[in-house]
Nanobody
Framework: QVQLVESGGGLVQPGGSLRLSCAAS????????VGWYRQAPGNQRELVAQVTRGGTTDYADSAKGRFTISRDNTKNTVYLQMNSLKPEDTAVYYC????????WGQGTQVTVSS
């Protein structure tokens, strides 16, 4: 069983930056592939970035060059550094940990607006 808690969301102006954190409790976190997803009102939840147990990363086209996902297994935490934020990045951001089972966090709101 893994519990995930996201933090770091908030209101930021276009062009600004935020760093989201996904802190996990439970065992074997280093074995999990962890992804950041987002869901804007009226839209489906979409994958933004993910990092595998081996450290391989993958990004949605919309995130490439602006977002960086990383993990610190000593802290059971995965980060999403988001730079050059745009209004269309506004959404609730969720992390998901997947290995034998999949677990979701409750989400953190990111609002990009002037």
């Amino acid at each position: 069983q893994v519990q995930l808690v996201e933090s770091g969301g908030g209101l930021v102006q276009p062009g600004g930056s935020l760093r989201l954190s996904c802190a996990a409790s439970g065992s074997f976190f280093s074995f999990y592939t962890v992804g950041w997803y987002r869901q804007a009102p009226g839209n489906q939840r979409e994958l933004v970035a993910q990092v595998t147990r081996g450290g391989t990363t993958d990004y949605a086209d919309s995130a490439k060059g602006r977002f960086t996902i990383s993990r610190d297994n000593t802290k059971n935490t995965v980060y999403l550094q988001m730079n050059s934020l745009k209004p269309e990045d506004t959404a609730v951001y969720y992390c998901r940990a997947n290995w034998i089972n999949a677990y979701w966090g409750q989400g953190t709101q990111v609002t990009v607006s002037s």
